[in-house]
């Protein structure tokens, strides 16, 4: 028969913006950040969260990233273009356009969204770490 399995809680995305890159901003060079963070500009870099603390990241229409993104929470409606890690779950709306792998864990794509390159669910590499206990 079938056995339990043991899920843990995903953290909450942030629901204020600590970090604003505005419209017609242009960043050269990697980005770090924590908490909350929108771009309506430019980054031509890397976009790191803080390791080990939830993280939420909104690219907005007008907004663009060449380089790696790795957050907790993403949300996209503009354009990425390199490496996606979304540790917990990716959202992209349907003017959102990236090229590049996408690691995500949970996705949600909207119709009209454009994504090139491969999707790898982080999910099936945890399937081997989950416990499954036997009953009766």
């Known amino acids: 028969m079938g056995g339990i399995l043991f899920n843990r809680k995903h953290s909450k995305p942030q629901n204020r913006i600590d970090t604003l890159i505005g419209a017609g901003t242009v960043v050269d060079g990697n980005f770090s950040f924590?908490?909350?963070?929108?771009?309506?500009?430019?980054?031509?870099?890397?976009?790191?969260?803080?390791?080990?603390?939830?993280?939420?990241?909104?690219?907005?229409?007008?907004?663009r990233v060449v380089g790696e993104v790795s957050v907790t929470h993403l949300v996209v409606n503009g354009g990425i273009r390199g490496q996606v890690t979304a540790s917990e779950y990716l959202e992209l709306h349907a003017k959102a356009r990236v090229t590049g792998d996408v690691n995500y864990k949970i996705l949600e794509i909207q119709m009209g969204a454009i994504l090139e390159g491969r999707l790898i669910n982080m999910n099936a590499a945890d399937q081997d770490k989950v416990v499954a206990l036997k009953t009766g």
């Open 34 to 63: 924590s908490g909350g963070m929108r771009i309506d500009g430019a980054i031509n870099g890397n976009v790191i969260a803080e390791p080990g603390k939830p993280s939420t990241l909104v690219i907005s229409e007008q907004g």
